[in-house]
């Protein structure tokens, strides 16, 4: 117990030294707007996703993040959404929410690359006031504060029928409480890369690896990597994330408009006894969900009628026709 106290003030002391904290989910698959506008209402043309991630079950002032996106195409070119992440950690509390708005250029059925925006604030709270400690009155807990700072994120994300590929800045500006880290501080920004495919094995099965890559200047690049299979409506995910720490989780569509889904992180280093696991559960909603067993073969949307049609690219060929028609003339 005194272990997990150490570690988890010495995490606490660090917090204002670093320049911004990243959040980062084991299913990062179904999260990708999360890290990068430019994946707006990549996965369905409405969506929700919602998820909870509880790290270190059993150490006091142990990490939970909870994260929500909502995301709405407006036209095949153009996306909106909402992000909220909420995140506690011992003393610190830090909360951002932010708009986000993605345009997509269109090169053929169901490839496009969007080009994303997002603009919002953060919230950081350090409650050193509230800490226990063995010396009355001491000075390095005496204050708190509590600091909103405008944030932005850019991001580019590339769309393919059976796969994807981005990259991303989720947050330009940094937050520090005292030093010359805060502000737009390029040095210090932290780089998402992610990328998944579907490879069919089988009738209404696929094999599905992804992958997730964070980089800073002057810190290890960390990374996970989930392999998931997926067996009509339900997946199941085996994976391994660069901090020494093993990744298994299953996730189940409902009606091809809901998931549910659950991820289990267990460290295999020497602080697993103190830290212990971590749990992250998923919950999410698309209108409908394009990487689904049905709808491979051509993506779909709700048409004026109120029934599913596939023709996405219909503005696109449009505009391609009568500029052929007009070059002709």
């Known amino acids: 117990m005194k272990k997990g106290l150490l570690i988890l003030a010495l995490i606490a002391l660090a917090l204002p030294m670093q320049a911004q904290n990243v959040y980062r989910y084991s299913q990062f698959n179904f999260l990708k707007s999360m890290y990068n506008p430019g994946a707006l209402a990549s996965d369905a043309r409405l969506s929700a996703d919602l998820v909870y991630r509880n790290q270190w079950v059993g150490l006091a002032g142990a990490p939970t993040t909870i994260g929500m996106n909502v995301a709405s195409e407006l036209t095949s070119n153009m996306a909106l959404g909402i992000n909220f992440c909420s995140d506690k950690i011992g003393l610190n509390q830090s909360t951002s929410v932010s708009a986000m708005y993605a345009y997509r250029a269109i090169f053929g059925d169901r490839h496009y690359l969007s080009l994303g925006l997002g603009l919002g604030a953060d919230n950081v709270v350090f409650d050193y006031a509230a800490a226990s ?16 700072k405008l944030n932005a994120s850019l991001g580019a994300y590339y769309r393919m029928p059976k796969g994807y590929i981005g990259l991303s800045v989720p947050q330009l500006f940094q937050q520090t409480p005292s030093g010359t880290e805060s502000g737009f501080n390029i040095p210090r920004w932290h780089y998402m890369l992610i990328g998944g495919y579907f490879f069919e094995i089988g009738e209404n099965a696929y094999f599905n690896p992804n992958i997730q890559i964070k980089y800073t200047k002057n810190a290890p690049i960390q990374g996970d990597i989930l392999l998931r299979g997926v067996f009509g409506s339900v997946g199941v995910s085996l994976g391994y994330r660069t901090e020494n720490a093993l990744i298994a989780g299953a996730d189940f569509m409902i009606g091809g408009k809901f998931r549910v889904g659950y991820s289990f992180n267990y460290g295999i280093g020497s602080l697993t006894r103190v830290k212990g696991a971590s749990h992250e559960v998923h919950l999410g909603f698309g209108l409908p969900y394009y990487f689904s067993s049905d709808s491979f073969g051509g993506q779909k949307f709700l048409g004026k009628k109120g029934k599913f049609r596939r023709n996405y690219q219909l503005r696109y060929n449009r505009s391609n026709n009568l500029y052929r028609v007009k070059s002709r003339s």
């Open 133 to 148: 400690t063995t010396m009355p009155n001491d000075p390095a807990f005496s204050q708190s504060y509590n600091l909103w």
